[in-house]
C-alpha cells in the first residue's frame, strides 16, 4: 500500500458487495424485460422457453427482451399460456426457446431479518433493490380466489418496475416473484412452491380450475347462533341444483369448513373443483347435509 493509499481504498475480503453483486449477477441472466403501456416492466424465465410475470401488467402477447451472453439484448415474441389474477401470475411461452431457467428455492430457513434481493430489467440493464425480509407467513388466500402456499413480505415497497421480477436471497436463488396487486397496499412475493403449482396448471388446462357452486347467496344470521350464507338464487344447470339446494337454504360448512357468508364461501370452494363434498345447510330451521359434486370454472 503506498504512504498516499488509505486503507479504506481497500477492498475486504469480508465486504459484502461482492457478495451482493455476485448474487444478482447470478440470476441477471434469467430476468427478463415486459413492455407496459407505461415503461417497462419485468418477468422470470421459469424453464428454457417459459417466462413468468405479473398477470395483472402483462398483455395477452408480448416482444419480451432477453439478456444476451454478451450483454445485447434480444427481441423475442411471446404469446400467453394461460393466467391466475388469483395469484397475479401469467405464463408465456417464447418463441425459439434458450432461455436460461432461474435457480430457486423453497422458504425452508428463511426468516424475518434475512436479507434478499428484489431484481428487475424494466430497460436493459438489471436492476436491484436490497431489502430486508420482513414476514414470511403462512398459507393465505387472497381476494382474487387465489391460494399462496406462504407468503414472503419485505420491509418496503417495490420500485416501479419491478412487479413480476423475482426475490433472490445472497446466494441469487430465487424466494418468489413480487407482485403488488394481490392484497391492497401490501407487496408480496409468490413463492416458488405456488409458482410451480400454478404454472403445471396453466400448462395442462391454460387456467387454474377453480370450484363452483351455482349459487347466489347473502349473509344472513342462522337461527340458533352463527352465521352462513342464505342461498338467493340457483343456477338451473349448476351443481348446487343437481343436488338439490333451493332458495332460502342456508350454507353454514363444507366439508366441514364453515361458510360464513360469500366470501368465505368462494375460498372454501376455490381447491375443491371437481370433489365431491357434504355441505351442512339449514333448510326450514333444520339442520340437513347435502352431498354436492363441485363444478368448475376459472
Known sequence: MSETQSASSVPSALDPSALFAAAVARVAPSVVRIPRRRGGGSGLAWAEDLVITSSFHAADELVIGVPGLDGAMAERPAVLVGRDPGTDLALFRVEGGGLTAAPTRGL??????????????????????????????PEVRTPAGGRLDRYV?????LPRGFAGGPLVDLRGEVIGMNTRTLLARVDLAVPVATIQR??????????????????GVYPVEVPGGGRGALVAS????????????????IVVAIDGDAVRGPDELRLVLADRAGATVVVALVRAGARADVSVTIGTRS
Do not use: C, K, M, Q
Not at 234 to 249: T, Y
Open 108 to 137: 425452508d430457513g428463511l426468516a424475518a431479518g434475512h436479507l434478499a434481493f428484489a431484481v428487475a430489467r424494466p430497460g436493459r440493464a438489471i436492476r436491484a433493490s436490497l431489502r430486508a425480509v420482513g414476514v414470511v407467513g
Open 153 to 157: 413480505e419485505t420491509d418496503r415497497s
Open 198 to 215: 400454478v404454472v403445471d396448471a396453466l400448462l395442462a388446462h391454460g387456467r387454474v380450475p377453480r370450484g363452483y357452486l351455482g349459487v
Open 234 to 249: 340457483v343456477d338451473e344447470n349448476g351443481p348446487a341444483a343437481a343436488a338439490g339446494l333451493v332458495v332460502g337454504d
